[in-house]
């Protein structure tokens, strides 16, 4: 019986393996063998015909079920000459093509009108020349069109005003002549004209952008409107301003150090290149990271070896690579519990956090088990895990960005005259919310995945202005252990002494540390003005002790009428979470349960005086 079940599930493996070596898309792979075996480059490749496409070529990205090729990356390769026809074509489901930072010469390649799906195109820094395309409106769904940094000439086609979903466009340093067409582009948020041979002036509807994006051609700026009007925005505001210099000064060393046959020229351009662009560089994630012990050798063979991927989730609609993320402009959020946090913005204007895992306890297999894990929780009140890197030398988790930042910042940031304080109500929406992530992550993994480290810096508001928890899984594969006295040891139950210790009774401990948090105002270990150091729970129980219950209260939620039973019913809700024996201390769920019913009873609260 047992034998026969092996050999049954072996059978079924083995059919199973078949199945899924057959999924690799051949013609998409004869395609792009194809492209590379007809297009001379310096850099070699891993695109091994025997290999599969999907998982292992460097530069690929296919679609879930591996049938066809999504994305084709390869910047800084060393391509010379034009591109081979009717290759890259064949790849009819393409959305992404970069070829950045080459030397490929030639007329646009006018093949790829075959590619209907296409949605970012990178051609940037390579030496094409001849006209644009005069058809755009082939490629509905183009979103970054970059060209810049190349020979193209004649005029820009009327036809780009088709593409409804244009949100950057890069024309700069190229001979382009004649005059500006009137592009009605609404979603355009990027827009870059300046040194080429444009003449006239600018139409009305480009007039929205600054003046900066026409330069260094013969444009009448006559009727050009004074003060300028921010292009969009929201968006606009975010994008990086001096970004782009970084990232040139990156794509620029890049392409030498791809191109220059002879090592010790590159070797020598390289000691240049990182002498004269030090300063700009740290502009850029990879110079941020550079900043810690991380040497500029090792950033970019990193992202040249192909088993050490960018692993994103299912469902995660980013288009960027390893190297777009090191490139991207970034700055610094704050240091967390397990390492920096760093903002990254990238060349399409999506901003997302980057957090560097500093002191990982465990091996490959181990922390992608982990990642894969908490990867796939899909709830509104769980900050979703977009993606994550492991190598030897780095490990990187990437999140959405949130710009109204955490909890932390909310309760505690900037205290005084311009402060918007947080009402009853959002308060409330944050407890709720936090909850319900919890619970959901209590949930996973056959019920036994903890978080681990709740606090309200790992807090933030989602779409609905809900809590929504991050890092949830993180303390198991580290080996931190919180100094002492920090701001983090207050949220830890007393039985954790160790930050892998940590249990489900232990996040609802820490559940009910924020909970006094959001009624309180104050941070779990605060220093009072005689230097005397305060822990929350210690504090809230002697005051509570004495009797001086509204006491405890949030000076800034005294203005609100009529909700001081809410809060110390809230108040006895935190209280049964921070007792000290864990067996004694409620289930999340009715933990959740609790707080629900409160804002159920809720009536809605008015400041009593909207100006004090
Ligand atoms: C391609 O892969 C096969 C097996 O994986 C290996 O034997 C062969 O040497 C590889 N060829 C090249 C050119 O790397
Ligand atoms: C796609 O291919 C990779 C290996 O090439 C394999 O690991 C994966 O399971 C495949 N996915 C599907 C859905 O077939
Ligand atoms: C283009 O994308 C759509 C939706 O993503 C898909 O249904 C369609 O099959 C794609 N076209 C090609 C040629 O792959
Ligand atoms: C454009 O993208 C949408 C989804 O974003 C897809 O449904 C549609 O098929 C695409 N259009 C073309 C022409 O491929
Ligand atoms: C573009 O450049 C080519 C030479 O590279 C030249 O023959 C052609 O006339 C130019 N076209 C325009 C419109 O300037
Ligand atoms: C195009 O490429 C240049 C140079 O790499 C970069 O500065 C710019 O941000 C890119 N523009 C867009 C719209 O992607
Ligand atoms: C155009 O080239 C100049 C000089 O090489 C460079 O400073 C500038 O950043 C380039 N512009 C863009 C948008 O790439
Ligand atoms: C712009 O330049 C073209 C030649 O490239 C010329 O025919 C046209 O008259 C010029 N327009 C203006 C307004 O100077
Ligand atoms: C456009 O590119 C030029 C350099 O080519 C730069 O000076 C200018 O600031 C850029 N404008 C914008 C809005 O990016
Ligand atoms: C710039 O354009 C004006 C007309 O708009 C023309 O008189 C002038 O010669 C042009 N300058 C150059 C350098 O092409």
Not at 128 to 133: A, E, I, R, W, Y
Not at 315 to 332: P, Q
């Amino acid at each position: 019986m047992g034998g026969l079940r092996v050999l049954f599930s072996s059978v079924f493996l083995v059919s199973l393996a078949f199945i899924q070596g057959n999924a690799d898309p051949v013609e998409e792979k004869r395609a792009l063998l194809d492209f590379v075996n007809n297009f001379p480059h310096s850099r070699s490749l891993n695109w091994n015909e025997s290999s599969p496409v999907c998982h292992y070529w460097t530069g690929v990205t296919c679609s879930k079920d591996n049938s066809s090729v999504l994305a084709v990356r390869l910047p800084g390769v060393g391509f010379k000459g034009p591109i081979p026809p009717n290759t890259i074509s064949r790849l009819s489901a393409l959305q992404i093509l970069s070829l950045r930072s080459n030397a490929i010469t030639g007329h646009f390649p006018s093949d790829i009108a075959n590619l209907r799906n296409l949605s970012f195109l990178y051609l940037q820094f390579n030496k094409f020349s001849g006209p644009l395309p005069s058809d755009f409106s082939v490629w509905k769904n183009l979103t970054i069109v970059n060209l810049s940094n190349n020979g193209f000439n004649g005029s820009i086609p009327s036809s780009i005003s088709n593409l409804n979903q244009l949100a950057g466009l890069n024309l700069a340093n190229n001979s382009l002549s004649g005059e500006i067409p009137d592009l009605n582009l609404p979603r355009l948020q990027v827009l870059n004209l300046s040194n080429n041979d444009l003449n006239g002036s600018v139409p009305k509807s480009l007039q929205r952008f600054s003046r900066s994006v026409f330069s260094g051609n013969n444009i009448s700026f006559e009727n050009f409107p004074a003060k300028v009007p921010p292009a969009l925005p929201s968006s606009s505001a975010s994008y990086p301003k001096h970004g782009s210099t970084g990232r040139l000064s990156e794509a620029a060393f890049l392409g030498i150090i791809v191109a220059g046959g002879v090592l010790g020229i590159v070797a020598f351009a390289f000691l240049i290149l990182v002498c004269c662009f030090r300063r700009k560089r740290e502009d850029s994630l990879s110079g941020k990271l550079q900043k810690g012990e991380m040497s500029p050798e090792k950033v970019i063979s990193r992202s040249q070896d192909a088993n050490n991927k960018l692993v994103f989730f299912e469902g995660c609609s980013y288009a960027f690579d390893l190297e777009d993320l090191l490139r991207a402009s970034a700055e610094v959020l704050g240091k967390g519990t397990f390492g920096m946090a760093y903002k990254a913005i990238l060349e399409d204007a999506t901003a997302v956090v980057v957090k560097r895992l500093k002191e990982v306890s465990v091996g490959k297999r181990d922390f992608e088990q982990q990642m894969e894990l908490v990867g796939s929780i899909r709830h509104e009140n769980v900050l979703e895990l977009k993606a994550y890197y492991y190598s030897k030398d780095e490990k990187l988790i990437v999140y959405d960005y949130y710009s109204q930042g955490s909890v932390s910042a909310l309760l505690h940031g900037k205290r005084g005259e311009d402060r918007t304080p947080l009402d009853w109500d959002a308060r409330l929406r944050i407890a709720i919310g936090a909850a319900r992530g919890i619970a959901c992550i209590h949930s996973e993994n056959g019920g036994k995945l903890v978080h681990g480290n709740i606090k309200s810096s790992n807090i933030f508001l989602n779409s609905r202005s809900y809590g929504c928890v991050s890092d949830a899984g993180l303390t198991t594969i580290m080996s931190a252990l919180a100094p002492p006295i920090s701001r983090a040891s207050g949220y830890r139950a007393p039985e954790v002494t160790d930050t892998r210790k940590a249990a489900q009774p232990s996040d609802v401990y820490s559940f009910g540390v924020v909970l006094l948090e959001l009624l309180t105002g104050k941070s779990p270990i605060h220093t009072t003005a005689g230097d005397e150091i305060v822990h929350l729970v210690r504090w809230v129980h002697s005051v509570v002790r004495e009797e001086w219950t509204a006491e405890v209260f949030d000076l800034e939620l005294m203005r609100y009428p009529n909700i001081e039973e809410e809060m110390v019913e809230m108040l006895q809700i935190a209280m049964s979470c921070v007792v000290r024996m864990p067996d004694q201390r409620p289930k999340i769920m009715d933990v959740l349960k609790m707080i629900e019913n409160v804002q159920r009873r809720d009536t809605g609260n008015q400041p009593s005086s909207v100006n004090k």
